[in-house]
């Protein structure tokens, strides 16, 4: 079959992550790679492929049929958008924008030109999360009646140097890195249908969040927790703990705990406790762990493949705009609720 032309627009630490994902993908070709800041022309040269400074010369020059772009969360609408309307179907790097108001822009957009959009929640791609899904939601814990996640990991200071990475709209942990552990319980879980947060920025003082304690309410019935902080070492969160980003330290741990009427599951380590068929129940007798076994993937590039099929139209996207929008509006929605003090229906925004 013929490679699926793509290109990379905004080429920084994850956008050359994708552009090299890219040049290695036997049913994909890289043929451009686009960024605001000429330094990044590195990126171009090492992977052999043109260099441009705007996604409008790119397109008219290069003609990918696919761009992904990893640009700033602002930046993400007016990007999409360009290449939409030269009828160039897109990857958007999670979340799909930093206002509902400019998720809504690409979802006129994209339904006006015809194009497809993936939003770029690889973990729904991950054989473990995978896994955890069919095991929560195929009744191995009995009907789920609780989530807990603890997100804690200690960001070194020169991270928050990106100036859009400390300001709002679009900066702060829970848009950066918790918007995916949202997005996950929504796959894993089903809808969330209210948030209750507190967050607070004592430790780095900047104006955006560095520490969070949210209460959520599920469509099903369930309640979860989820307890973040981006100013407190620990060996407990998803990019630690699944060690599916090689360059961050690993441990083996659990981070996400699912309670069911019928026992428990822990991921990633994904020990299933249960109580032995046939045997008594009661918090007097003794559980028994089963540890399921996945044979691991890598989500990003399994993500690029389903991309290709994508802007082939052989497939429809995993996560296309409006389900993008919706995990935008379950962050937005936490970040609307410690503002005003109340909760907060993820639906209405």
């Known amino acids: 079959m013929e490679q699926v032309r793509l290109a990379v627009v905004g080429v920084g630490a994850m956008?050359?992550?994708?552009?090299?994902?890219?040049?290695?993908?036997?049913?994909?070709?890289?043929?451009?790679?686009?960024?605001?800041d000429p330094t990044r022309e590195v990126v171009a040269a090492r992977l052999g492929v043109p260099f441009y400074t705007s996604a409008e010369a790119l397109i008219g020059e290069a003609k990918p049929s696919g761009a992904i772009i990893?640009?700033?969360?602002?930046?993400?609408?007016?990007?999409?958008?360009?290449?939409?309307?030269?009828?160039?179907?897109?990857?958007?790097?999670?979340?799909?924008?930093?206002?509902?108001?400019?998720?809504?822009?690409?979802?006129?957009?994209a339904h006006a030109s015809g194009t497809r959009v993936l939003v770029g929640y690889h973990r729904r791609h991950n054989a473990l999360i995978r896994e955890t899904r069919e095991l929560v939601r195929g009744g191995r814990i009995g009907r789920i009646v609780g989530v807990s996640v603890l997100w804690s990991a200690l960001k070194p200071d020169d991270y928050y140097r990106v100036g859009w990475r400390r300001e709002r709209p679009a900066g702060g942990p829970t848009l950066i890195n918790l918007v995916h552990d949202l997005d996950s319980l929504r796959f894993i879980c089903g809808e969330i249908t209210e948030v209750y947060a507190h967050t607070r920025s004592a430790v780095r003082r900047l104006d955006v969040e560095d520490s969070a304690s949210i209460a959520l309410e599920f469509e099903n019935g369930a309640v979860g927790t989820v307890l973040a902080s981006d100013a407190c070492p620990s060996p407990w969160s998803y990019e630690g703990t699944s060690g599916?980003?090689?360059a961050l330290f690993h441990a083996d741990r659990s981070c996400y705990h699912f309670l069911g009427t019928s026992g428990a599951l822990a991921f990633p380590e994904l020990d299933l406790w249960r109580y032995p068929d046939g045997a008594p129940r009661g918090w007097q007798h003794p559980l028994e762990r089963v540890r399921i076994d996945v044979v691991r993937n890598d989500p990003l590039r399994a993500q690029l493949e389903h991309f290709c099929r994508v802007v082939e139209g052989v497939e429809a996207p995993v996560v296309d705009a409006e389900t993008g929008a919706r995990s935008l509006a379950v962050a937005l929605a936490v970040l609307e609720s410690a503002r005003e003090g109340r909760p907060i229906d993820p639906r209405c925004l």
Do not use: F
Request: hydrophobic share 45%; with cysteine; proline share 6%.
């Open 70 to 109: 990893a640009t700033p969360t602002g930046e993400h609408a007016v990007t999409a958008m360009a290449c939409m309307q030269r009828s160039v179907h897109v990857l958007i790097e999670k979340p799909i924008a930093s206002t509902m108001a400019q998720a809504e822009d690409i979802l006129r957009t």
């Open 244 to 246: 599916e980003n090689p």
């Open 15 to 36: 956008g050359a992550t994708h552009a090299e994902l890219v040049h290695a993908c036997p049913a994909c070709a890289l043929v451009g790679v686009c960024d605001t």
